[in-house]
């Protein structure tokens, strides 16, 4: 496709449950970023994939968080046991290179824990 | 403890006149920056970069100052036109590190 895509787009789920959300990155793109971004903040770094490997996941709140991308190309993030405050926009981004790159932004999934 | 800052949540600027938005950063270590432009219901779309070997950039109506002694950039937009209205977010980059920071975001209000 001709960018990042992510689903679905939009989650409610209650609290407790897991959820597992997609990300597309650009065909070819060797980096992979995840991000969080709260309501009226930035996005905020989670984890960050080359290839297949997750070099950094210093950003992930708590151990409640898993991302994977064991083909390099495709990525989830699962979240258990869903709480409240894991509610946000979550963003995956792209980029072509290993580092310093731009990164190329999906949509976003909207995840609203009740 | 946020390392890069959009102190103005919002800014208003009429059609034609510039917008200027502005970013503050706190670790000398990053060495490249970038706005991005985003719209609701969607993900950032990269708009401008500069390295820090820079001090401007320019791509058409945008350009992007970096003053790297006081840890502080800029975005111009001359002139503004109603579409860029959006939240502009600056970002942050150590290379070494290959992360990512953002600011807070600016919503930007172009008025015909």
């Known amino acids: 496709g001709a960018g990042v895509s992510q689903s679905p787009r939009y989650k409610v789920a209650k609290r407790g449950q897991d959820v597992a959300l997609r990300c597309d990155p650009i065909s070819g793109h060797v980096s992979l970023f995840w991000y969080q971004q709260a309501l009226g903040q930035g996005p905020e770094f989670l984890t960050y994939?080359?290839?297949?490997?997750?070099?950094?996941k210093s950003g992930l709140p708590s151990d409640r968080f898993f991302a994977e991308r064991p083909e390099g190309s495709v990525s989830t993030l699962k979240i258990q046991r869903t709480q409240q405050e894991d509610s946000a926009v979550y963003l995956c981004?792209?980029?072509?290179?290993?580092?310093?790159?731009?990164?190329?932004f999906g949509p976003g999934t909207r995840l609203l824990v009740l | 403890d946020q390392q890069v800052k959009q102190n103005s949540p919002s800014l208003r600027v009429q059609e034609g006149r510039i917008s200027i938005l502005n970013c503050d950063y706190t670790n000398s270590m990053f060495d490249y920056f970038l706005w991005y432009k985003k719209y609701p219901a969607e993900g950032p779309t990269f708009l401008i970069s500069?390295?820090?070997?820079?001090d401007k950039n320019e791509d058409g109506r945008f350009t992007v100052f970096l003053n790297k002694s006081a840890k502080h950039l800029s975005l111009h937009i001359v002139p503004s036109q109603p579409g860029d209205s959006a939240v502009y977010f600056c970002?942050?980059?150590?290379?070494?590190?290959?992360?990512?920071?953002f600011g807070s975001g600016t919503k930007l209000n172009v008025k015909p």
């Open positions: 970002a942050a980059l150590w290379w070494n590190f290959n992360k990512f920071y």
């Open positions: 500069i390295s820090s070997i820079k």
């Open positions: 981004a792209s980029s072509r290179q290993a580092t310093g790159e731009t990164q190329y």
């Open positions: 994939f080359q290839n297949e490997a997750q070099l950094d």
